[in-house]
């Protein structure tokens, strides 16, 4: 399946919420098997979601094999419970160039459907915590840097606005 491109901010779609997903059909495959081609063709990604390629549905993908060998597939997942807060670095893929640390639990508990629409439950910690937040809060139209401390959030608008003037 092709690989999509990666929406990049300010793309106005990337703040969207998305909306839930109904139809387990063919078209959610080709999503699915887009998101993980897409996801592997990249160098650092550990995480996708579908506003990411502009496709707003409830579903984002995580691999954190060391392989690329082992996505995981989240279809309307939601956080049963978090625990364990921590102080992490974050990236995006759709805002290349910029870290910071966030704010992020470390210990979570999710419950999704799978591409074919089984539910389950699983328990996520560290990175797989981490990053399944991340992908979460694109899914409802947010971004990491709206979680940014507000002086970072000011130097990344400012190195923005200061990179368009010139």
Do not use: W
């Amino acid at each position: 399946m092709p690989r999509r491109s990666i929406l990049l901010y300010p793309d106005p779609r990337l703040r969207m919420p998305s909306a839930p997903v109904d139809d387990f059909d063919a078209d959610l495959a080709s999503l699915v098997q887009d998101l993980v081609d897409t996801l592997h063709g990249t160098a650092t990604g550990i995480g996708i979601s579908a506003p990411q390629v502009g496709d707003l549905r409830r579903v984002l993908v995580m691999d954190l094999t060391n392989d690329r060998n082992g996505p995981e597939v989240y279809v309307n997942p939601e956080i049963l419970s978090r625990s364990t807060p921590g102080l992490v670095e974050e990236s995006c893929l759709s805002i290349p160039g910029v870290v910071g640390n966030v704010v992020r639990s470390t210990e979570l508990r999710v419950r999704a459907l799978d591409r074919h629409g089984a539910p389950f439950e699983r328990a996520l910690t560290g990175m797989h915590a981490v990053c399944l937040q991340h992908e979460l809060d694109h899914l409802d139209g947010k971004l990491f840097i709206d979680r940014l401390s507000l002086l970072r959030r000011i130097g990344f608008r400012l190195k923005r606005a200061l990179g368009a003037a010139s």
